[in-house]
């Protein structure tokens, strides 16, 4: 099989390259995520181990109940997160695709931030903590300083970022200056935040007085986003401001200096540096870059969705993004689309765990494969016997997945 | 100082001096803290250590260090050292190697006998704080030492968190239903030999990107034993989540030691098991036929192919031999620390060990310090709260973090990894 890999190589047209079933191995994988989801809740259901009791005799039944389970479960899933059909008015069936949008919106923001290191050849694990700091910073401004609307919003949303910015910065110039890996300084990092939010939340300036609880008073109105369809829905102007950082990113990668100088160091820091370019600035400018985004991550969650700071602003968007940026293959819409996917599936998945007690951690083993999956067309392929006069040759690293891979020729983790 | 000659020393050491500031640099900025901190801001009390118990059949008299005086004594000792340094560099030399870790030492005792003289209670147990530092790094060398056998073979083991966590659950399910605790261990290992499994097919057969499997699986195992810990488990965790716990063996008359028998003598297979792996991993990778080819797959796998080494088999064994390893460091959680499984118990440990690993330059001996230095901080934090300290309890529980920030940007420095660690290997 290896022997045939040249060859493989070499007859592969440009033309195959982009349409090479990539996008179908994406809908196979997704299915076949779905699927295999959809076995796991079948066999923890209590229906279908009551049935499987009397399987031999009546197998109709059991077969009946395990797809009541799943697809009982999936459908609350989809209201949740798209239509909700039994909804009394227009307004409230597409109040789920809202949510989804909402959830999406820090989901996508950190990920463009995980995204663009990765494409300078760092591995950001750190924007669980880059939210955090970023959430703290905006928070500060917007309970704190009196200013007018708009501009308040305006110095809470720039506090924010420089927040994350702040966390971000740490680990670069550490890993310029000291050759200290990104990887355990960004980890570390998520830790002190948390404790350090922890803190402040027990100081004068952030807790909310005449309360005991760690949590802070509320922002100001002035520094709030404004929601975008009224009050009706939890959709607010940090989802514009994400489409505009994916805008943002996109330009910056493939239309300017600084984002080309950064793909070369992501691509080969040796030669990166042979032609000129600083590969310590562009560690620190990536760094603060991806902090900063994260931060408006931050930014989104407690000017947008929660309104007041507590210690689990961040919930688990910093770790969601790592999995958004790897789905998005770290391309600004790619990040921007898995955004929406994973924000649709964190929204339906509350509904569903309401709806028909499945656990929400089924969304979580759904999403890894997806990314498993995707990252592995020729097992895809194979599953699905699909391509199989091809499959043979093309056992090799996919072409699509050769921008993160050379994340790790940049020398990713360890 | 009358170290600072002249002369240069000659030699072939000396041809590529780049004067290199780090040091004295950080070592001063630590005089600096030892003397704002330890020296001026020294509480007015006597730090006691306790070293034995009462209940001790050998008992060492407690250690009582007066805290201004130590505090004095270490902020002018680091000085110098400072200084010595300081001058070192200036004459193109390089600081010794010993020097830091004097330097650490004596900053301990400064820090130790500063916190624990300004407690509410200055009196702390030495032995206590040690023993549970090794208690709680266990899990943490099981997971490093996972990580030393994957990177030496050149695969990325960034899922380690989730072969403790899916040894965790599956020692706590096998555990409880056999009702035998030694078949949790076993089916611990199973379990992270299984999530090694897809690591290796996916990274090794499939070429994917090691970083991205690693962080994947972890979601992934995070997912399926949070799902069925809040399915299966939940429903009847008198059968499936109330496992037994492993033994303490206490070897007779050695556990009575002071200090190190507690360290060494009193503790559940998986503490034996930890000692014995971090050895038989180091002799295996330095001293053997089996360990020169695996480090040689890891370095440079085309020579090692050449030589007729199988370098994609050897990588997959290792990396099953890994997940093993880890998923015995799985078993620590819910069989000897918890009784019970609950979902992301291990709380980032994986991650911890991967620093720990980093720490300790892919080395099974320094992989195995670098955890135990995590897990003495950590639990100096625990056993701080308990005396009260002045200290906000949230900055003591980031000491531990800090702490592996400064050391791996100051001590560590450029570490360099396995060279083939992280790339798949394609036969031409």
Sequence with gaps: MSSQLQQGDSSRSVLHRIMGGSTLVAVLAVVLSIVLGGILIAVTDDRVAETSAYFFSRPGDMLTAAWEAASGAYIALFQGAIFNPRADTVAQAIRPLTETLTVATPLILAGLGVAIAFRTGLFNIGAQGQIILGATFAAWVGFTLELPPGLHLLIAVVAGFIGGALWGFIPGILKARTGAHEVIVTIMLNYVAVYLVAYLLFTPGFQNPGSSNPISPRLDDSALYPLLLGSGYRLHLGFLVAIAATIGVWWLLNRSTTGFELRAVGANPNAARTAGISVTKGYVVVMMIAGGLAGLAGVAQVAGTEKVLTGGIAASFGFDAITVALLGRSHPWGVFFAGLLFGAFRAGGVQMQTQTGTPIDIVLVVQSLIVLFIAAPPLVKAIFRIDQKKKKKTTKPDQSSEDITTTTAAGGVA | ?428
């Design chain 2, 1 to 428: 100082m009358s170290v600072a000659t002249e002369t240069r020393p000659e030699g072939p050491t000396h041809t590529a001096t780049v004067r290199n500031w780090k040091a004295p640099i950080g070592f001063g900025v630590g005089a600096l803290v030892a003397l704002l901190v330890f020296a001026l801001g020294s509480p007015a009390q006597t730090a006691v250590f306790r070293i034995s118990n009462d209940s001790d059949r050998f008992r060492l008299a407690d250690v009582a260090l007066p805290a201004t005086a130590v505090g004095w004594f270490t902020a002018v000792a680091l000085t110098l050292i400072a200084v010595y340094a300081f001058l070192q560099v200036r004459n193109g030399r390089k600081v010794a190697r010993w020097i830091p870790i004097v330097y650490g030492a004596l900053f301990m005792i400064g820090f130790l006998t500063w916190v624990v003289g300004s407690a509410n209670t200055p009196s702390i147990s030495l032995a206590g704080l040690i023993a549970g530092s090794v208690t709680l790094a266990i899990p943490l060398i099981f997971g490093s030492l996972s990580g030393v056998l994957c990177e030496r073979v050149g695969v990325v083991n960034i899922a380690i968190e989730g072969q403790l966590l899916s040894g965790a659950f599956a020692a706590a399910v096998a555990a409880s239903i056999s009702g035998n605790a030694y078949v949790g261990l076993i089916a611990a290992a199973f379990a992270g030999t299984l999530v090694s499994v897809v690591l290796a097919v996916f990274s090794i057969k499939y070429y994917v990107n090691q970083i991205i499997v690693g962080v994947v699986l972890n979601v992934l195992v995070s997912g399926l034993t949070g799902f069925l810990a809040s399915t299966l488990l939940s429903r009847d965790s008198a059968t499936f989540n109330s496992p037994p716990s492993l033994p303490v063996i206490s070897i007779p008359f050695l556990s009575d030691l002071p200090i190190i028998g507690g360290i060494l003598f009193r503790q559940s297979i998986v503490g034996y098991l930890m000692y014995v792996a971090v050895i038989v991993i180091y002799v295996g990778l330095f001293h053997t036929k089996w360990g020169l080819r695996v480090r040689a797959v890891g370095e440079h796998p085309q020579a090692a192919d050449t030589m007729g080494i199988k370098v994609n088999s050897t990588r997959f064994w290792n990396v099953l031999l890994g997940g093993a390893v880890a998923g015995f460091g799985g078993a620590f959680f819910t069989l000897v620390s918890v009784s019970s499984f609950s979902r992301d118990m291990t709380a980032g440990a994986g991650y911890i060990a991967l620093a720990a690993l980093i720490f300790g330059r892919w080395n099974p001996i320094g992989a195995f310090f670098a955890a135990l230095l995590f897990g003495f901080f950590t639990n100096l934090q625990y056993v701080l709260s308990i005396v009260g300290t002045s200290v906000p309890s949230q900055f003591m529980a980031m000491l531990p973090y800090i702490v592996t920030i400064l050391a791996v940007a100051g001590l560590v420095g450029r570490s360099r990894p396995p060279a083939a660690s992280g790339t798949p290997y394609m036969k031409e």
